[in-house]
């Protein structure tokens, strides 16, 4: 019996890899993770370049702090760590892909108001592919999330179809070109939902996000994790440092030391592009951009 989706949220994430599910996480959670944020901000006020726990806009100054994201902020915010670790996210992902799971990663994309950082067309998958594809990506919608301020876009059934190709010049770059793939933005679907929602995304379905042009922020957390079976393969950019701190990365059931491996499409994600650090940095090898750049 699932805990908390329908069936037919159930049948839609399988068929289309994607699901938008309104008002999961209180009012309160979410203006805690507000404040947190702002602890953030005067984290960067002293900064001059980006370091392993926030990453800064290009045109940030410590006068004009200008974060693009937080990394792991789980391991910075008691918070995002507990509400990682609450039935408000992992229910519905346990009706999904099974009551053990396991961390993958979790960030915080700020997309602020006026010049928020595009995300180039990408697959997950294309950085981190595993034994098996019950790998997804939980979205905490924290301001409100509409077309205007550069929503998360998927192309749906895209998560059952090819693994394109994200190489440019020879170098893993991160990132699609959609019209060469055969796919047409106007497939597109915008993943948006009052702050509160969680989104849901197949790790292999093709995503990404445009600027924010708009007057308002637009901050999203992601919380990506898979079924405890998965392990990584060679070839990907998932983390792997042993057994001991890939289990302390189990958020419920069990751990276990034996793989399931479903056959799933897959490309290995290297040689290194000359730049490294988050996708915002990986994707610029792609040279040419869908959604334009930050001033
Ligand atoms: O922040 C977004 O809109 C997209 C983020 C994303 O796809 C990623 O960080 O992999």
């Given at each position: ?132 594809d019950d790998v997804l990506a939980v979205g905490l ?78 901050r999203i957390i992601f919380y990506e994790m898979m079924a ?68």
């Open positions: 019996m699932p805990e908390t989706l329908t069936p037919s949220q159930i049948e839609f994430y399988e068929c289309q890899g994607y699901l938008i599910i309104e008002g999961r996480v209180p009012d309160g959670i979410i203006n805690a993770i507000r404040a947190e944020i702002s602890r953030f901000q005067d984290m960067a006020r002293k900064m001059t370049e980006s370091d392993d726990r926030i990453d800064l806009e290009d045109s940030h100054t410590p006068d004009a702090p200008r974060i693009r994201r937080v990394k792991l902020p789980h391991t910075q915010s008691e918070v995002v760590d507990d509400l990682m670790r609450s039935d408000h996210i992992l229910a519905p992902v346990r009706d999904l892909i099974g009551p053990d799971l396991r961390l993958q990663t979790t960030k915080l994309n700020m997309k602020s108001a006026g010049f928020g950082a595009a995300v180039e067309w990408h697959q997950d998958w294309a950085f981190y592919p595993y034994t098996n919608i924290i301001d409100d999330m509409d077309l205007e301020n550069g929503p998360l876009m998927v192309i749906p059934g895209t998560h059952r179809g090819e693994i394109y190709n994200h190489h440019h010049n020879g170098v893993f770059a991160g990132a699609m070109d959609l019209e060469a793939c055969g796919l047409d933005v106007k497939q597109a679907v915008p993943l948006i939902g009052p702050a509160g929602s969680i989104s849901i995304h197949h790790a292999r379905i093709v995503h990404g996000s445009a600027l924010n042009t708009s007057a308002r922020d637009r405890a079976d998965t392990f990584p393969v060679v070839g990907g950019r998932g983390k792997w440092e042993g057994i001991e701190e890939f289990d302390d990365r189990i958020l419920c059931g069990s751990a276990t030391l034996e793989p399931r491996v479903v056959p799933c499409p897959m490309r290995i994600a290297f040689p290194d592009p000359p730049e490294q650090g988050s996708i915002y940095e990986v994707q610029k090898a792609m040279g040419r951009r869908s959604f334009g750049v930050v001033r």
